[in-house]
């Protein structure tokens, strides 16, 4: 038990510190460990298993609509980053720049990409012919390279993992909808699997990506009522295309440009899972994603049959396709009840001599409430059961976190007024110009984070400059 | 038709140049596109689907047998690549430097991973304490950069894709037993999956791992009787953790240095894949790792009900299971059936209206031989037990090919006669002296490849010294 009090006390409470809350979390679940390199993490098998269910989660809708994955190269030479102005000016400051290879030094610098339009381009060039070639519709899973100042595990990393689809279309329309299902896809996995709340709602021109046209988000609100853009789709119209030179015959024998978009989630949504769930013992998994969906804790295993029978019942859970581990290690009950709560899992089963003479094991779920029994006859589908009701439990409790954090206000002083303890989202009209959104940056701390599909009547005029509103912003502070 | 003619005529005969015809055959298939950087290619969305099936196969046995995933950082500090000397020396000259992150020139320069051994060693040093922590047995699959002269798709990249296992054991027997059942794994799938028969040994002194105490590897002929090198596993016994300070406290409550392995495989299977089974026809997939197993290819689509039968078959096939694809282009039946033999697809079926009226539909197996029917009715069996032909044709083909290619020798004249026509396996005895191994390479043009587990007495002495040989060994050139 020594080792495991230490464990838990080394936690600091989510409401008096959040961001060292956070940190505390990521390193004592076994997480992360942090390499000799800033902003270079190390994903470790547990983390690397929640991203491997979200990966399959994703990649399984990716070809379900008919995307194919391939393989970018992971260096781009400086010629072809800079083709697209805004692109170039928007990236090149924080790409890390390879000069040599081996002992010799290269005629030209190459980056590791930050993202990969520029090489999908290329690639587009030489493979687009004909509206036959249309659409094209690719993703990648790798890594990408960003020299940020400040870094924190998952949320921004000099190095993080993620899928970005890059997509090519006849028409202005077909890329219109590729980028919004893209988007539909996001917010369902966030909302369903994830059991994260979001908002879908199109960046201000001021925080969209580098050389779209227009980009799409869906934002998360964490516990402690920050909000994280947890995915972006992007419509680039034929911009990139006329820089890279993609042209294809069309159905007219002439020739055009094509319509593309783009679109990522990172390993930031593991960063996301963490803060809109976690609490005071550690991580809170929701079960879709949960590398371990179920651990069984034998209690007295000195008494015979103990073992054997939380064996026969992880051996049950598994073969229903319950991910479940036994632990048999000699550490005590207690120190396995706090180690699966600080990892998250979703629910506990413990099982000892008297649980076994009444056909039953106790079942504890990570979301709370009193503890109850599970026949043994049915344990798989009580375990089912119980895990349909952590996942809904999630979701709703993040919902109730979200709701209780949002505002409606009309001015500055009333947003302010209403952030001012207790952050949150704040509905707050706008006329469209820069001006103003810098204004309420300055002067109320918060930033817009979309502008909401669903949009609501909250006032007439814009806050800062009184002129007519044309829409309604979701305002926040962001990760 | 027109167009696909000149798709088949432009592959060279496999016979005539083989090294033209593997390049025709990586871009006509659709494989690779070359990105503008020597060495780093673009896996398309064919490629990768292979890459995709042949990681699902070996990621589900390191599961199985107990390792994890995990994900190391993109790149290494150069104080951190230093710490093992022979490992040093045998990375340095060849790995891509970054020294500039965004504007900012580096205080260290970072390489990009060569290989990851010292970033696993640096993080185990941190996270192993006790003998509880052992074993340790993680696997990352990434790609990684080595600086090469020359270039080849899938052979020798710049960059390549791969996995990388990396284990500590607490005894040097452990270590031992992981190395050579992780060559097992690779020798099992490679000959049962990917359908390319394999010789399993040790590689000599002179061609070990940098760092390793023992390396050895799955070697497999290819079909101009050259060899590739398709796996490799390294015993480091406890060299790199103490280069790199790695310790536990053992059940003896003393400091020990555990013993360590390491072990991968690349996206060169599928190099090998392709010199395997390809033909003047292009490439031949084995089965279990094609991404297209089944074409189904509807003859006389204006007749009525030859589409409606043509999908019902597709959909029939992907539900037992089989990856099926129908193609229902308007190219002419000529130009599909020459388009899916380039893709290597195992299994053709075409259905017209006569088939249709006979409930069957006419089978064609890439591995040749002659058109037969299968029954609608049972169509899904039918296809299964073709594709098991296929599979196993492959197989015994490559088997036929690498035997009528194995020679033995007791004297460099004689090695080279053999050779000097047909390329392939020299069996030939060998006294462990590495100026007699560098003799062989310079008079008869062959390396050894590997002294296999299998050994047998072909000779007393070294035909280059005339000492007592110690074994035998297999020589040949290698990719």
Known sequence: MADKKKLVEAITSRDVDFAQWYTDVVTKAELIDYSPIKGFTIMRPYAWAIWE??????????????????????????SLLQKEKDHVEGFAPEVAWVTHGGEAKLEERLCIRPTSETLFCDHFSRVVQSYRDLPKKYNQWCSVVRWEKTTRPFLRGREFHWQEGHTLHETREEGEQETLMMLDIYADIAENALAMPVIKGQKTESDKF??????????????????????????????????????????????????QTSWGVSTRLIGGIIMTHGDDNGLRLPPAVAPIQVVVVPVATHKPGVTEVAEALVEKLTMAGIRAKGDFSDNSPGWKYAEYEMKGVPLRLEIGPRDIENGVCMASKRTGGEKFTISLDTAAEGAKTALDDVQRELYEQALQNRASRIYTAKTLEEAAEKVKNRMGFVKM???GDEACEDAVREKVGIQSRCIPFEQEQVGDVCPVCGKPAKHMVIWGQSY
């Open 53 to 78: 269910n979200i990966q399959n989660l994703f990649d399984a809708e990716f070809k379900r609509t008919g995307h194919e994955n391939v393989s970018m190269p992971l260096l781009i030479p400086e």
């Open 210 to 259: 580098a050389g779209a046209e227009a980009t799409y988000c869906i934002e998360s609100m964490m516990h402690d009522g920050k909000s994280l853009q947890a995915g972006t789709t992007h419509f680039f119209g034929d911009g990139f295309c006329r820089a890279y030179d993609i042209q294809y015959t069309g159905r007219d024998n002439k020739l055009h440009h094509p319509f």
């Open 429 to 431: 009209m706008w006329c």
